[in-house]
């Protein structure tokens, strides 16, 4: 029986001609869909050959799938169905872009597996304006000849930060890079041994150092760093004193490192530069909003830090992007580093990073940033849009999922501000069917995928980092996983 089916497989040229996989051929180009048709061709031979081993008694491990199998394919009609829905299921997988759009319900605000800050929405019209066109990127319109891509977002960035001049590169960490290649190469870098320090994935400061060209000396312990052990260090190869925001982490007890005002002295007295990697580029003071220890840009250069540099998608909340400021002679140096060339951006890059500075020009950063807007929410706030969707999602579900309002926590993420919890409103979503990992796993494989976490056999969604727009979103895939699974119809026929 599955012998003959086996040998009624149809061609895979007759597959392609039939209108699934004609429509998915437009999507995916035609030998796309030949290599999906041969692999489920591939499976199906598979399968019913085990159906054969089955019915001719050789034992064969099996998976209890050959019933569903068999009963799938018992007519050459059934076949060519079955043959289209795995079609339909595969093109739906190979048709979704590899980078795809999803919900962060997690509450981290700053998560950098789901690609860190989501832009304002002036930004998004600026850079999708800029990509659609050509631009000015190295053109200067005023003389009508050829200009310097550096000339964007520099003195903005300038006025906001209050240094003498700045560039932007590909990210912080390739900022940093171009400081100590362009200040110390072939010299010594002074370095506190309290920050030595590694930032999620791989970027540790004394392994830049080396690829930099510069020389690390480290100095004083992991706790306690005092003044006079810089200056102790310093010697005729000394480039550079170097300061680290300890991003992600944080030294408690009895520990000490050097006031800003302290380096900068022996910087003054010693004629060696200074430079500070702020790491998460704090624009604005966010104590109101429960974000207290994160070091602002302009305090450090205020203080005369010769040159620093931070992120442009962390607490900024702008595109991907690493910022150099400070003195014109340095950044006039860093300018002209050949490896500048090979860590630039583009020019979406600084549409999008003009007109995300430009919300903190205006003063409106706290409501039109998306990351500062989500620190700033409210917990009463947060509470009543919690209290509103768990009513939805009853409804909506017929109560088949349980939803509560929890009080909980959110945190900053992106390896900044480690301390900080801001209190937040958590929905718990519980099911007497599913697990909390199993309600997880289905709203990620939702068409827009959805992260929530889970703790205590719930998971829990954190509104703070969803848009309100995307709370429909997340009760239709709630609705979705709360249908009753419908009964094979083997079993209704039965
Ligand atoms: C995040 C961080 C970096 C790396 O910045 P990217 O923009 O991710 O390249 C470097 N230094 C510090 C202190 C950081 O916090």
Request: charged share 25%; net charge negative.
């Amino acid at each position: 029986m599955a012998n003959e089916r086996l040998r009624s497989l149809p061609s895979i040229e007759r597959l392609l001609a039939r209108p699934a996989a004609a429509r998915l051929a437009a999507q995916l180009g035609r030998d796309r869909v030949r290599d999906l048709l041969r692999d489920i061709l591939d499976n199906l031979r598979k399968e019913l050959s085990e159906v054969r081993s089955q019915e001719s008694g050789v034992e064969i491990s099996t998976n209890g799938d050959h019933e569903e199998v068999d009963s799938a394919l018992r007519t050459p009609h059934a076949l060519l169905y079955e043959i289209d829905r795995r079609l339909e299921a595969r093109g739906d997988q190979a048709a979704r872009p590899s980078l795809q759009c999803v919900i962060n319900a997690t509450g981290v605000i700053i998560h950098t597996n789901l690609g860190r800050a989501p832009l304002a929405r002036e930004a998004i019209a600026a850079l999708t304006d800029v990509a659609a066109n050509y631009s000015n990127l190295e053109y200067d319109l005023e003389r009508g000849e050829r200009g310097h891509r550096e000339a964007h977002c520099q003195e903005q960035l300038s006025r906001l930060v209050g240094s003498e001049a700045a560039i932007v590169a590909n990210n912080n960490a390739a900022a940093v890079m171009l400081v100590l290649n362009t200040l110390a190469e072939g010299g010594e870098v002074i370095v506190s041994r309290g920050e030595l320090i590694e930032i999620g994935g791989s970027f540790r400061i004394p392994d830049v150092m080396e690829k930099s060209g510069a020389r690390l000396r480290e100095v004083g312990t992991t706790n306690r760093t005092r003044i006079g052990d810089y200056e102790r260090a310093i010697n005729d190869q000394t480039r550079l004193l170097l300061r680290v925001h300890p991003s992600n982490y944080r030294i408690i007890g009895f520990t000490e490192r050097p006031a800003l005002a302290e380096l900068v002295d022996l910087s003054r007295r010693s004629g060696i530069p200074t430079f500070e990697d702020l790491g998460s580029g704090c624009l604005l003071d966010l104590a109101p909003y429960g974000v207290k220890d994160e070091p602002l840009v302009g305090e450090s250069l205020n203080a005369g830090i010769s040159v620093v540099s931070f992120s442009g998608d962390k607490l900024l909340g702008g595109p991907q992007s690493g910022i150099i400021a400070g003195t014109r002679a340095i950044i006039d140096q860093v300018r002209q580093n050949p490896l500048m060339r090979a860590l630039r951006v583009d020019k979406l890059t600084y549409a999008a990073l003009e007109a995300t500075l430009r919300l903190y020009e205006r003063g409106v950063a706290p409501v039109r940033v998306p990351v500062i807007r989500a620190m700033a929410a409210s917990f009463a706030e947060l509470g009543e849009r919690a209290a509103r969707f768990c009513d939805l999602v009853m409804q909506i579900t017929q109560g088949r999922m349980r939803a509560a309002v929890e009080d909980g926590d959110s945190v900053i993420g992106g390896g900044a501000a480690p301390e900080v919890k801001l209190p937040t409103a958590l929905v718990a979503i519980s099911n007497e069917a599913l697990s909390a990992s199993a309600i997880a796993e289905r709203l990620r494989a939702y068409a827009i995928p959805i992260i929530v976490r889970t703790e205590r056999d719930r998971a829990l969604i954190d509104l703070r980092t969803v848009a309100t727009d995307e709370e429909a979103v997340i009760l239709d895939a709630l609705a979705a996983i709360a249908q009753p699974v419908a009964l094979p119809a083997a079993s209704v026929e039965a």
